[in-house]
């Protein structure tokens, strides 16, 4: 019995080749260079389209389920959700938000979906796939965690940004604000300059702000989990009431994050409705 305990303790993983193993993503291939295309991260993708179809069932359930009488309180729920998100639109587009307001809403739900899965036992997935007979492969459920996932999202964002500009002041209207804004059409290379970097800024920023708050979180717990490793009272006490504060904490960051990235597309859109 020493000599199988023994055995073990020295198979187990270190706290950094723990943390190591959690944070790699389940993928086709090797990625061989810090931006590969050719590598997909697969979790990323599963849960992101996962969540996705989710979001959108609940909100298709929600509106089956609408009547005009007094309300129950999921449905009560979520017409507090719509109302916030139209109030913000209305604040911050003004033009046609037909299609803007739904696609916050849209935003909204699927990043606070996705930011919750943070919420999952850090080693459920290994245990079911240990269960299963599956080893343990890297495998990651946090698609916001993923900078490829949040920085895909802010690339959307970017698209919708520029079809707005097109579409509200014209393909001419458009480049002429490019090279003429804000210093007037006599700096129009300096302008022009100014415009691009402002866009790639605006996209990766978005992207980064939300992927940053959201690892360090998915960081937090995983060190958390390692204080129950701890074979001391110290451990375990500290794993249970540092996991409790920080998981309730976490609620705040996991809605507020899914806050600020829809209410920055609402600004980006409503600056697109804007003229120089």
């Not at 090797?30 to 990323?44: A, E, I, K, R, Y």
């Not at 796939?129 to 895909?152: I, K, Q, Y």
């Not at 959201?214 to 009272?233: D, P």
């Not at 110290?234 to 600020?260: D, E, K, P, R």
């Amino acid at each position: 019995m020493t000599n199988t305990v023994e055995t073990a303790a020295e198979h187990a993983p270190t706290a950094g080749e723990y943390i190591q193993h959690h944070l790699g993503h389940l993928t086709q291939g090797h990625q061989s260079f810090v931006v590969d295309f050719h590598v997909w991260n697969l979790d990323t993708i599963l849960w992101s389209v996962t969540l996705g179809v989710i979001g959108c069932l609940i909100m298709w359930t929600a509106a089956r389920r609408a009547t005009a009488g007094v309300p129950g309180r999921f449905q009560a729920f979520v017409e507090m959700i719509v109302e916030m998100v139209e109030d913000q639109s209305k604040a911050i587009v003004h033009g046609d938000r037909r299609f803007i307001a739904p696609l916050a809403l849209t935003v909204f739900v699927w990043v606070v979906l996705m930011n919750a899965m943070d919420f999952l036992p850090v080693d459920m997935f290994a245990a079911l796939f240990r269960a299963l007979g599956m080893g343990e492969p890297h495998f990651r459920s946090v698609p916001t965690a993923d900078l490829n996932g949040t920085m895909g999202m802010s690339l959307g964002v970017l698209a919708v940004v520029l079809y707005y500009n097109v579409k509200v002041k014209g393909i001419g209207g458009w480049v002429h604000e490019l090279f003429a804004a804000p210093f007037g059409i006599y700096m129009a290379p300096f302008n022009l300059l100014l415009n691009v970097i402002e866009y790639v800024a605006r996209t990766v920023s978005l992207g980064m702000r939300l992927f940053g708050n959201m690892y360090a979180g998915e960081l937090l717990f995983l060190l958390i989990a390692l204080l129950g490793s701890m074979a001391t009272v110290f451990g375990f006490v500290g794993h249970v009431i540092a996991g409790s504060i920080w998981a309730i904490f976490h609620i705040l960051i996991v809605v507020l994050q899914a806050f600020i990235f829809m209410m920055l597309t609402l600004v980006y859109i409503g600056q697109a409705h804007e003229s120089h």
